[in-house]
């Protein structure tokens, strides 16, 4: 735990003591557990009948598969701290005890002192509650871990908490109660919006929609957020419940709204931050009667793509040939490889073609997103742990990623992001070659190639004190940048492979002139994820036609204007025209984009710049565009 994380930590568990003084209570108080009258009970469970519905679909199966083995206790709670059902093993509590793990049960701080479920209420957060923590000595002999349920509207809808008595590792459960409290709360979300609404799933790689931790914005057809989860906040940096899709994206709401469903958006926040996003649909669509009816969904007729090997990589940039063989001589000899480069540059790409090339091609390459794995899992998620090692360990135990890549390829993604205690495991297996699982003392041997990746200068988070200088020298066996998009010499071979690799059947084989200069000229700060994007969406609204300029996103020509001094083509540029009167000069965005919205109509064109056909004709040309 940081220095930080701690601090606010003790503060967390010392303002609940301060509250249990100011209400009066000691620490050798010990509470009447209250029930409410049976009729209460009942009226109170059937205000909660979806929470309970929706928790019980996502607990029961976590507890059977995961947890049933294991001395805990599962309680959900409502906002105001009433137990409504619980799962798990009650022999863990005291029989003192026993009644406050019943249904109608109340932990309210007023009445239990500091304890998980009513402090996670008090707090809005999730907390830890270790033995000697609760203010009250009657609850002493438990551990809980807590994290709120939100409801669409952020108003906390219920808790969700484990108990335990056994004195085990704790970090972990707590991680485990935040994954499950998520959980739920998306899965309110998606039932109470779902069939009705446009859902925009976000997180930072394509790789992990389907993780608890992803964002979740619910829109209409309008694009007003009218729901969301905690993760897409903290994503975006701000509370997005009412916000448009205009005021959060740089790409147009009927952009975003209009994305084919079967594939990945990319998208650039107001703040400049790179999310990947999946677009889902309403399933069922108003009548005029007051009924539903399914809404047709969109088959992906296409296949994917085959994936590239390693002669494939580049179309004759000596940059990127370079990075691919060095990195495959190196990595044959067992030494590590460091990939670094501006996000959407293709570090996955390259990685999979080094594995697919050499000699452990039919081993496993096992592919860890280190940001994608919330802090308290990391370490047993990689390490992997025996079984019982902790609250919520499976029955048989967990290999962990690095002993899945016993003699094949393990790639670390965003290594940067991993947390310290983790980073001196780390640093011990790759020194010694050995894995000792979380919860054992016997060191496991283990044969990997290790092949990491970053998108930020690791030398930076070593002065800030967030990545070990040791293990930094330890990765870094050989470090290649693969280059921007806007840097490659063979854009434009790239360009046209990546269309052919993607087009419709019946396509036009080639991109015309207009397009590809168009498409050559960007800034791409999105590099090759963002050209992938771009491609597929003009390749979309073609739909079996000819792509032309005005199929190209709006975003896409609007960076144009945003990033002028990176444009890397100089006859892109806008020229005054010869012989004009002097007039403000129209950006490239700007003519490119009335040029599209008119879809190529010159004479309407012309009008709305406010000039003629023929000076409108002389800027398409200098541009490529005609």
Wanted: aromatic fraction near 6%; charged fraction near 25%; proline fraction near 6%.
């Amino acid at each position: 735990m940081r220095k930080n994380e701690y601090s606010d930590y003790r503060s967390v568990i010392a303002d609940s003591w301060n509250r249990c003084i100011d209400w009066g209570l000691d620490h050798d108080h010990e509470p009447a557990p209250l029930r409410p009258e049976p009729a209460r009970l009942e009226e109170i469970n059937r205000q909660h009948s979806e929470l309970l519905s929706v928790t019980e679909a996502e607990v029961l199966p976590y507890y059977r598969n995961v947890l049933s083995n294991s001395r805990c206790l599962i309680l959900l709670a409502d906002q105001h701290a009433t137990v409504l059902s619980s799962w798990g093993d009650e022999r863990i509590t005291e029989t003192r005890l026993k009644p406050w793990f019943q249904t109608g049960a109340n932990w309210q701080e007023q009445n239990c002192g500091t304890n998980a479920i009513g402090t996670s209420i008090a707090v809005g957060a999730p907390v830890q509650i270790q033995r000697n923590e609760h203010f009250l000595k009657t609850n002493r002999s438990i551990i809980g871990s807590a994290a709120p349920i939100f409801d669409a509207h952020r108003q906390i809808a219920g808790v969700l908490s484990v108990f335990s008595d056994a004195y085990l590792p704790q970090a972990h459960t707590l991680g485990m109660v935040r994954l499950l409290s998520q959980s739920v709360e998306n899965r309110l979300i998606n039932r109470q919006f779902g069939p009705d609404h446009f859902q925009i799933t976000l997180n930072t790689t394509a790789d992990n929609f389907d993780s608890p931790w992803s964002g979740i914005l619910v829109c209409d057809d309008s694009g007003q957020v009218i729901a969301s989860n905690q993760r897409a906040d903290q994503l975006l940096g701000m509370n997005t419940v009412d916000a448009r899709l205009d005021e959060l994206f740089t790409r147009h709401r009927n952009h975003i709204l209009g994305h084919p469903e079967t594939e990945t958006l990319q998208l650039t926040t107001r703040s400049k931050v790179r999310l990947s996003a999946r677009i889902k649909r309403p399933t069922r669509i108003p009548e005029t009667n007051g009924k539903t009816e399914p809404s047709p969904v969109p088959e992906d007729l296409r296949q994917s793509a085959q994936p590239l090997d390693i002669d494939n990589l580049d179309y004759g940039d000596s940059a990127v040939k370079r990075c691919a063989t060095q990195s495959l001589k190196v990595l044959e000899r067992g030494l590590p490889v460091l990939i670094t480069g501006e996000t959407g540059v293709g570090k996955e790409v390259l990685v999979k073609a080094l594995h697919r090339a050499s000699h452990r091609k039919d081993q496993p390459l096992v592919a860890v997103n280190c940001a994608a794995i919330p802090p308290e899992l990391v370490e047993s998620e990689l390490f992997g742990y025996e079984a019982g090692a902790f609250t919520g360990a499976r029955a048989q135990g967990s290999l962990g990623f690095i002993r899945k890549a016993h003699k094949g390829v393990l790639f670390l993604d965003e290594i940067g992001e991993m947390p310290l205690s983790a980073q001196s495991r780390l640093l011990r297996v790759l020194q010694e070659r050995v894995v000792t699982p979380v919860g054992s003392t016997d060191s496991v041997p283990v044969d990997i190639l290790l092949v990491t990746a970053t998108n930020r200068p690791l030398t930076n988070r070593i002065e800030n004190g967030l990545f070990r200088a040791d293990l930094y020298y330890r990765i870094n066996g050989l470090c290649v940048e693969l280059p921007a998009l806007r840097n490659r010499a063979d854009r434009r071979m790239l360009i046209q492979s990546l269309y052919a690799r993607h087009r419709d059947p019946g396509q036009s084989e080639q991109l015309s002139p207009k397009v590809l200069s168009a498409l050559e000229a960007h800034p791409w700060p999105g590099n090759i994820r963002q050209l992938v994007n771009v491609l597929r969406v003009a390749i979309a609204i073609a739909d079996g036609e000819q792509v032309q300029v005005w199929h190209l996103p709006e975003d896409f020509l609007a960076e144009f204007e945003a990033t002028p001094s990176e444009q890397s083509n100089p006859p892109m540029q806008e020229q005054p025209v010869a012989g004009s009167e002097a007039e403000p000069e129209d950006t490239l965005a700007r003519t490119l984009q009335i040029y599209r919205k008119c879809t190529g109509n010159i004479s309407q064109a012309a009008r709305e710049l406010a000039i003629s056909r023929n000076t409108l004709y002389k800027r398409l040309r200098e541009m490529g565009v005609r």
